[in-house]
């Protein structure tokens, strides 16, 4: 992935140091350096040079720290960057420690990076020795993840991370905001050493208040230690060891203060307080005189004064007579209840874990009943009966595929995102129907040796001249409307010649061959995570196959962070570099559903991408992703339906490959440049006759 990295200064009135940390950045960095003016007496322009490499953002107000770094934020993701480091412009960070915070962000690209700072010189005041340490706490609490300085502003943000958060602080304790919502949300933080200038009490300049900044993150973390009761802390073990808890707290006399326990438990152990609620639920109204009979039959037998209860006798008079059998009875019920229970619900928890899937796994959703009385619908009674029982199936795919529905939301709020959240669920529910239309249609035209779909093509020559001359042709497409049905066009359009489909699969990953019914010559390469794969992909290329990919579902090795629709969004990089690196003309093709029985296809003009000496490769393969993602922005908006990647595109870090080679620590699909250096003499003979194919 090609980091893109720019350097902020927040500033407020620091006319006498933000010179020198401009010059600084400029001195101890390459990265362009963006200066946020919060609203200064004197204008930061005024105080600094020209320089291609500033650029100067100011509020007319001084609206907080905070907001500038989420005006920074907005303004670098917007531009196309990946990471944004932030340096405070009064002097107390010294861009020296730059290069240290361009290392870490090189070698942990998605992980925040935050510099603990020294508090050990002198001038060092002891209010930002117990800040820190009493934050530390904290943060600690909140996240259970040790942290060695949580209130440090010199830290690099991972943008992909940043861009979804609905941050809603303004002042310092944003930082905090932010350190906790990305814990939250799993990202890694990662700690690295740096210097801290502290200048004479007298000389110093600081804009946080001890009084009502303090406030402000006392409210901010006493907030976040309520939410954090209720949403984290829900490993296997601690989701065991909560509702146990729980269990034994409602198995104990004190009717009426068992919430009140609850909270008290869960804030002493740690634990999710609704967990531990839930646990404490074992003594709801039906259960408790059984539970009050039990505890005292136990109770009597420990104690020897076997009082002969039965349950029918059960009053608060014998409750009375019997409270010590009653109390000793209920420790030791509780105990066998909530160990019982939390290794029923361990085992549980580990086993739905085991089976968690991936961003995606190329798995199809669907019972085997479902799918057959869909297809005999629509093979019995026609397109538009089989359309009338999808109205009925798609409310469950909402209420039950929770992934689908959340990545589709995220891409109505990335695209529309004035819509209101009852009118986007409902777009979310027209998605839903738009994609089993499109899946009806290709299983309806599989099950009929004619076309059953009329279909408009703009541009297919470019893709019918390649197949015919076989000169070799790279389409690239991706998850959006409906390709199998251009596939179908292709089949039904006199084409002589193969076309070749590249699909990654999660599981069953081989090279094979999917014949037609007509033996019409079209085959379906499956691309798993071994080099001889590629190969063969590449020498497909070299006869002259047109092979076809979906460039938007990357994995972590091949993945570059590309700006659509104003957010970062990972795209898969191997087809560029395949089809420079072999030397043939690409295109960009989608097909679309246009409505009842009617499909549109397009295809650009043929380009061709070729490395050049003067220009790095990993930039040459960003400006043609660049070209693709603007062509998806234009498709999407008049097909906004057609997106049909369901998971959150844009707030998941791309998998890591299948299978890895954990000698070499390299993934086993390597890049075609990387194949070169690691299969056989043979091999890359062939590639070097290519005057692409060097390295």
Excluded at 399 to 428: C, D, H, T
């Amino acid at each position: 992935m090609i980091v893109r990295t720019i350097v902020c200064i927040p500033t407020f009135n620091n006319s006498k140091t933000i010179r020198s940390v401009v010059e600084g950045c400029l001195a101890h960095s390459p990265f362009p350096i963006l200066v946020i003016d919060d609203g200064s007496q004197q204008q930061v322009q005024e105080l600094i040079e020209k320089n291609s490499r500033i650029t100067v953002v100011r509020h007319e107000k001084n609206q907080g720290k905070g907001a500038a770094l989420k005006t920074a934020f907005h303004w670098a993701i917007e531009k196309g960057y990946t990471h944004l480091i932030s340096i405070d412009g009064d002097g107390q960070h010294l861009p020296s420690d730059l290069g240290k915070f361009s290392e870490a962000i090189t070698t942990s690209p998605w992980d925040l990076i935050v510099g603990h700072r020294k508090l050990s010189g002198k001038n060092v005041p002891e209010v930002s020795k117990f800040g820190r340490k009493f934050s530390n706490f904290w943060v600690k609490y909140q996240t259970e993840t040790p942290i060695q300085d949580s209130q440090s502003g010199f830290r690099a943000y991972p943008l992909f991370h940043i861009q979804n958060l609905k941050l809603i602080r303004n002042h310092y304790d944003l930082e905090i905001e932010v350190l906790i919502r990305l814990m939250w949300k799993g990202v890694g933080v990662k700690e690295i050493e740096i210097e801290a200038f502290y200048p004479p009490e007298s000389e110093r300049v600081t804009h946080f208040d001890k009084w009502t900044d303090n406030v402000r993150i006392s409210i901010l973390n006493t907030v976040l230690v309520v939410v954090s009761m209720f949403r984290s802390r829900l490993s296997s073990r601690q989701l065991a060891f909560a509702i146990g808890v729980g269990v034994f707290i409602g198995c104990t006399p004190l009717f009426g203060a068992h919430s009140f326990i609850a909270v008290l438990a869960a804030l002493f152990f740690r634990l999710n307080v609704g967990l531990v609620f839930l646990g404490t639920q074992v003594s709801i109204p039906p259960l408790i005189p059984l539970l009050i009979f039990s505890s005292i039959r136990i109770g009597s037998r420990m104690t020897g004064r076997d009082s002969n209860l039965r349950l029918d006798e059960v009053d608060m008079s014998s409750i009375s007579e019997h409270f010590l059998n009653y109390g000793l009875g209920s420790i030791v019920l509780g105990v066998f209840l909530s160990t019982s229970i939390s290794a029923l619900v361990y085992g549980l928890a580990l086993k739905l874990r085991q089976n968690k899937k991936r961003n995606w796994t190329g798995h199809h959703r669907g019972g085997h009943f479902g799918n057959w009385f869909l297809r005999s619908v629509a093979i019995h009674l026609g397109l538009r009966a089989v359309y009338f029982c999808l109205l009925f199936v798609i409310p469950y795919f909402y209420l039950f595929a929770p992934k689908s529905r959340k990545g589709i939301n995220e891409y109505w709020k990335i695209i529309r995102p004035e819509m209101s959240f009852f009118y986007r669920q409902f777009q979310v529910m027209r998605h839903f129907y738009h994609f089993a239309q499109v899946l009806i249609d290709r299983m309806y035209q599989s099950h009929h040796e004619q076309p059953q779909f009329e279909t408009h093509a703009s541009g297919f020559s470019n893709i019918k001249d390649a197949i015919e001359s076989k000169s070799g042709l790279v389409v690239i497409g991706g998850h959006i409307g409906a390709w199998d049905t251009a596939l179908v066009f292709i089949k039904y359009s006199g084409v002589e010649g193969t076309f070749n489909s590249v699909q990654h699969r999660n599981q069953k990953l081989s090279f094979k061959n999917v014949k037609a019914k007509d033996d019409a010559n079209t085959n379906e390469v499956i691309v798993n995570s071994e080099a001889l794969s590629v190969l063969n992909v590449h020498f497909l290329l070299k006869e002259g196959q047109p092979i076809a990919f979906m460039a938007d579902r990357p994995n972590l090795e091949n993945c570059e962070l590309v700006p659509m629709f104003g957010k970062l969004t990972p795209m898969d990089s191997s087809p560029f570099r395949l089809a420079a690196l072999s030397g043939v003309p690409v295109v960009f093709s989608n097909g679309f559903r246009e409505g009842y029985r009617e499909y549109s296809f397009y295809s650009t003009e043929q380009m061709r991408f070729t490395f050049e000496d003067t220009k790095d490769r990993k930039i040459s393969v960003y400006d043609w992703m660049l070209l693709y993602v603007r062509d998806l922005e234009r498709v999407l908006e008049t097909h906004p339906l057609a997106w049909f990647n369901f998971y959150p595109v844009w707030s998941s870090v791309p998998d890591l490959p299948l299978k890895y080679d954990e000698a070499s620590k390299l993934p086993r699909n390597y890049l075609l440049e990387e194949l070169c250096r690691n299969t056989s003499h043979q091999v890359e003979r062939e590639f070097d006759s290519h005057p692409n194919a060097s390295s």
